[in-house]
């Protein structure tokens, strides 16, 4: 079946440190693909997405490619900010299901 | 901004014991979902509903488990008999119709935390 697989954490960066979290997928078809943040006490919240090949989702300073070739939606963020330190989860979804299919999830922690 | 709600924020129960978890939609939205997430483990699907039915589930939601939209605002979750292995936060989430499907924008709620004794 479908599946994300994304970068291990927790991950600690220095303010103003550029940022890549790496997430990749499995999937029949094209799915679209997204980036999920969850800050402290709240719920997930969308960041970002794409839904076809070569798109770039963007957002706060954050950016993702959907590169098809490499099956690879990675999270990028060139200058984090202690604001950025949540936890931020990889997730893809197919046409034909509302299902949404998650990686595990990537804490970071942004230190000034 | 509208948000999705969820209460309670934790719940501790005895095994073998009924649960129901609620979740407040967003207000225009049509399509409703449960999602979990076992301590250090991936978010998994469990459920969607719409139109008072459900649409789909996952392999997880067996005949222990129940959703509901009892008024025109709750969308519940109930666990009949709570097993240890239910542990979990489990997210409610919701989206809205687009050209005649739901949308890929799924909202959450903030998780209510289940701990199973």
């Known amino acids: 079946g479908d599946s994300v697989t994304q970068m291990e954490g927790p991950v600690t960066l220095s303010e103003e440190a550029c940022l890549t979290i790496?997430?990749?997928?499995?999937?029949?078809?094209?799915?679209?693909l997204f980036w999920y943040v969850q800050y402290p006490g709240e719920g997930l919240q969308l960041l970002l997405k794409?839904?076809?090949?070569?798109d770039k989702g963007s957002n706060k300073g954050f950016e993702a490619t959907y590169r098809k070739e490499t099956t690879s939606f990675h999270l990028e963020k060139g200058s984090v900010q202690v604001s950025d330190s949540a936890v931020y989860f990889c997730?893809?979804?197919?046409?034909?299901?509302?299902?949404?299919?998650f990686g595990k999830g990537t804490k970071l922690t942004v230190n000034p | 901004e509208p948000e999705v709600t969820q209460t309670p924020s934790h719940q501790v129960t005895q095994m073998g014991q009924e649960v129901i978890l609620r979740c407040v939609p967003i207000?225009?939205?049509?399509?409703f979902y449960w999602y979990r997430q076992i301590l250090g483990q991936k978010v998994e699907f469990l459920v969607s509903?719409?139109?008072?039915?459900?649409?789909?589930k996952s392999e997880i939601f067996d005949d222990q488990f129940s959703v509901e939209r009892p008024d025109g605002s709750n969308f519940t979750l109930k666990i009949r008999s709570t097993k240890l292995e239910d542990s979990a936060m489990y997210f409610c989430?919701?989206?809205?119709?687009?050209?005649?499907?739901?949308?890929?924008?799924?909202?959450f709620g903030p998780g209510t935390r289940l701990l199973v004794l």
């Open positions: 207000s225009n939205h049509l399509y």
């Open positions: 509903f719409y139109n008072n039915e459900i649409s789909e």
């Open positions: 997730a893809l979804s197919q046409g034909g299901s509302e299902k949404l299919v």
């Open positions: 790496n997430c990749t997928y499995t999937a029949t078809g094209y799915p679209s």
């Open positions: 794409a839904t076809k090949a070569d």
């Open positions: 989430a919701s989206s809205d119709l687009r050209r005649g499907r739901a949308s890929e924008t799924q909202y």
